[in-house]
């Protein structure tokens, strides 16, 4: 079984920045990607960020240099850097682990409110 913990979401105001984390426990394949996706209300589920166990990134077409992902493999942990954070980055961010050829694993976060201000 595989357990992912987030944290660091919140309240900001635009401009502002957050960082978000998540760990991730249990039995996990080492080659892995973890990272992040967000839902606004009424909005389907989108790309934030996503990083490879050999720290290969992709990023939504939304991020354009706001927004850093970064992982400790020795902790399982993915960490998101929020810069610039605008009114319409308010969403649920849910934290996401995947590995798999085939036979596809896939598991998610309970996901963490972030919310801009403007």
């Known amino acids: 079984q595989v357990q992912l913990v987030e944290s660091g979401g919140g309240l900001v105001q635009a401009g502002g920045s957050l960082r978000l984390s998540c760990a991730a426990s249990g039995s996990i394949f080492r080659n892995n990607a973890m990272g992040w996706y967000r839902q606004a209300p009424g909005k389907q589920r989108e790309l934030v960020a996503t990083?490879?166990?050999?720290?290969?990134?992709n990023y939504g077409d939304f991020v354009k240099g706001r927004f850093t992902i970064s992982r400790d493999n020795a902790k399982n942990t993915v960490y998101l850097q929020m810069n610039s954070l605008k009114p319409e980055d308010t969403a649920v961010y849910y934290c996401n682990v995947q590995w798999g050829v085939g036979i596809r694993y896939d598991y998610w976060g309970q996901g963490t409110q972030v919310t801009v201000s403007s």
């Open positions: 990083m490879t166990s050999g720290l290969t990134t």
